[in-house]
């Protein structure tokens, strides 16, 4: 969630008149954090909501599946709802985009995790990773194919980091030992950082951000999340987070032996791919914080000298 698109006060009463029973929208302030789309919020003298411009990253054709996803996890955890008009469409444009306006959900993100929290987390997920959902949602566009032209295109500034021949290792043995189908495969979120969960009153009240909502394996969505809220900002494992984590996940959806065997790669291939979007970000054009890919590197190499199944006895 960044700002790439500017829009005045104007622009956003403009495109809220096309919404029934939206008091007049009084005040708008931009959201900076993230990286793909623009977001604001906007407020009535009652109400706030967040207005959403997708910068191209999603096709608008695929934006519908991700708010079904999010509509049909909301049994599990509070999702945002996408708003439909006067015609009943969730996307209208702005500034020549699509955009949408969604509901606003209460609570903050927690930027220092703690026992508590992760343990909410991994029982959340662990539902979410047990609920039965029929979803138009396609394959994960972000994966290995992916990682590889995200290297490419992003091979200096890697290398000038120093992190080139251990990504290039590691990418050879995940194109030698990606699995296939020999573990559990369906609808993810992909995106579950402390900035997309709000706790109110120490409880989990909100997942928002499901716009890298795809279909990948279950462990890849856990490591994703166990990546970003057990490690701290520059790559250091948290022993007791991650104990915390894996337990609260497995009493909720038990792990079989397949996915117990791939649980380090999967670590380092979710540590891979955001290290390599975070390369990239560094010369990214827009009014957001590129944020530090060696602190995923670190993790990477965490997961190369230690064992993450000895945090599940």
Not at 26 to 34: F, K, N, T
Request: with cysteine.
């Amino acid at each position: 969630m960044a700002v790439f698109t500017n829009i005045t006060l104007d622009d956003a009463q403009g495109f809220c008149a096309r919404y029934p029973d939206i008091d007049a929208i009084s005040s708008i302030q931009p959201i900076a954090e993230g990286t793909d789309n623009s977001n604001f919020i906007l407020e009535t003298d009652t109400r706030k909501y967040i207005l959403t411009i997708f910068e191209g990253r999603i096709p608008a054709t695929d934006l519908p599946a991700m708010f079904d996803f999010a509509q049909q996890l909301s049994s599990v955890v509070p999702t945002p709802i996408v708003y439909r008009d006067k015609n009943g469409e969730q996307l209208n444009v702005l500034k020549d985009k699509p955009a949408a306006l969604i509901s606003f959900l209460s609570g903050k993100s927690c930027n220092t995790p703690e026992e508590s929290h992760c343990h909410q987390l991994g029982q959340m997920l662990g539902k979410m990773h047990s609920v039965k959902i029929a979803s138009d949602l396609h394959p994960n566009p972000l994966s290995v194919q992916k990682w590889h032209e995200l290297y490419r295109d992003n091979v200096v500034v890697i290398q000038k980091h120093g992190a080139g021949k251990l990504i290039e290792r590691l990418m050879a043995r995940i194109d030698a030992e990606w699995p296939k189908d020999e573990i559990p495969y369906g609808p993810i979120h992909a995106d579950i950082f402390p900035d997309n969960v709000f706790f109110e009153s120490g409880h989990i009240s909100g997942l928002i951000d499901f716009y890298f909502s795809c279909r990948d394996f279950y462990i890849y969505d856990l490591m994703l999340a166990l990546n970003a809220w057990c490690f701290d900002a520059k790559g250091s494992a948290q022993g007791p987070l991650i104990r915390t984590f894996l337990q609260a996940y497995t009493d909720e959806r038990r792990l079989n032996n397949a996915e117990h065997e791939y649980l380090s790669l999967m670590g380092q291939a979710a540590a891979l791919r955001i290290a390599l979007t975070r390369f990239r970000d560094l010369e990214k054009p827009g009014h957001f914080t590129p944020r530090d890919p060696m602190a995923y590197v670190n993790i990477i190499k965490f997961y190369q000298q230690n064992e993450i199944r000895d945090y599940l006895s």
